[in-house]
Nanobody
Framework: VQLQASGGGLVQAGGFLRLSCAAS????????MGWFRQAPGKEREFVAA????????YYADSVKGRFTISRDNAKNTVYLQMNSLKPEDTAVYYC?????????????????????WGQGTQVTVSS
């Protein structure tokens, strides 16, 4: 299984970006997917997660109301729509998949629950 993240870039505060994560090598409709981020000098942190069905979603408090996670299982792709971006959102964003569980109706928020990681995409928000 491979994950390919894309869509990062440089944007002004208040702007928006949409990240995509394309999965290959497996039909992942039963796999929970998540987005995490890591800023310079900080630990990787949870951003958003979605169940295999797409019905259940979780968000970090810092992005709730601004970010939306979604998925298109027909395209094996997960998205992260990021609106009202702030300079503190600047980080490398990683998508991840959890393969160990049947997560059709479960979204997962812990790093240790994820088995496969994408390469990361840089998001920079200028003030």
């Amino acid at each position: 299984v491979q994950l390919q993240a894309s869509g990062g870039g440089l944007v002004q505060a208040g702007g928006f970006l949409r990240l995509s994560c394309a999965a290959s090598g497996r039909t992942f409709s039963r796999d929970a997917m998540g987005w995490f981020r890591q800023a310079p000098g900080k630990e990787r942190e949870f951003v958003a997660a979605i169940s295999g069905s797409g019905v259940v979603t979780y968000y970090a408090d810092s992005v709730k109301g601004r970010f939306t996670i979604s998925r298109d299982n027909a395209k094996n792709t997960v998205y992260l729509q990021m609106n009202s971006l702030k300079p503190e959102d600047t980080a490398v964003y990683y998508c991840a998949a959890t393969l160990r569980y049947n997560s059709y109706y479960t979204a997962r928020t812990l790093i240790r629950e994820y088995d496969v990681w994408g390469q990361g995409t840089q998001v920079t928000v200028s003030s």
